[in-house]
T-cell receptor, first 113, second 114 residues
Framework: DTGVSQDPRHKITKRGQNVTFRCDPI?????LYWYRQTLGQGPEFLTY????????KSRLLSDRFSAERPKGSFSTLEIQRTEQGDSAMYLC???????????FGPGTRLTVL | ELKVEQNPLFLSMQEGKNYTIYCNYS?????LYWYRQDPGKSLESLFV?????AVKQEGRLMASLDTKARLSTLHITAAVHDLSATYFC??????????????FGKGTLLTVNP
């Protein structure tokens, strides 16, 4: 399978715990994005990387959130001290080239109890 | 701030009928994307529209882009039940090709009834 993969697919955690999600983009894609989607809404941009450089972060991304993309390959998104409002689907996407067609992974559904 | 508005947000239609979903956006952009999302699933890329006047068709779906009007349409021809899904349009700020994040509309939930 050469698509975008994400792990885990589901995560249930208690408020205050830390969680980490992983995204593996399509192998030759140099840009990687994280989005968050809540029920009934479109995805909202969180952050993106070009190779290993994090080029933009949304204001939605509080200081409890951190993302990395070491060596420009896979990426991790960590949420510290989770809150119930963090419950959402976290989507990863990757793209290559000027047309910027983004291919999305299956998502990680986070539930904070 | 770039805003993307879709209408309608909910669309219930009968099989065999035609309908159009509209996507308006607030600032200049030459790149517009349509995605499909099935319940509980991720987003599937449908169309990439890269210039004014672009038109693309796949099966019963046709998308077009008018950058001067900041409007894209997704036209459904002779709807079938399998088209039932949520459709999103998204735009990126093509300011010199340096901004690639997508801003999405709220989505149109399409239900095709027999």
């Amino acid at each position: 399978d050469t698509g975008v993969s994400q792990d885990p697919r589901h995560k249930i955690t208690k408020r205050g715990q830390n969680v980490t999600f992983r995204c593996d983009p399509i192998s030759e894609h140099n840009r990687l994005y994280w989005y968050r989607q809540t029920l009934g809404q479109g995805p909202e941009f969180l952050t993106y990387f070009q190779n290993e450089a994090q080029l933009e972060k949304s204001r939605l991304l509080s200081d409890r959130f951190s993302a990395e993309r070491p060596k420009g390959s896979f990426s991790t998104l960590e949420i510290q001290r989770t809150e119930q409002g963090d419950s959402a689907m976290y989507l990863c996407a990757s793209s290559l080239g000027l047309n910027n067609e983004q291919f999305f992974g299956p998502g990680t559904r986070l539930t904070v109890l | 701030e770039l805003k993307v508005e879709q209408n309608p947000l909910f669309l219930s239609m009968q099989e065999g009928k035609n309908y159009t979903i509209y996507c308006n956006y607030s600032t200049t952009s030459d790149r517009l994307y349509w995605y499909r999302q099935d319940p509980g699933k991720s987003l599937e890329s449908l169309f990439v529209l890269l210039s004014n006047g672009a038109v693309k068709q796949e099966g019963r779906l046709m998308a077009s882009l008018d950058t001067k009007a900041r409007l894209s349409t997704l036209h459904i021809t002779a709807a079938v039940h399998d088209l039932s899904a949520t459709y999103f349009c998204a735009v990126d700020r093509n300011s010199g090709g340096s901004n690639y994040k997508l801003t999405f509309g709220k989505g149109t939930l399409l239900t095709v009834n027999p």
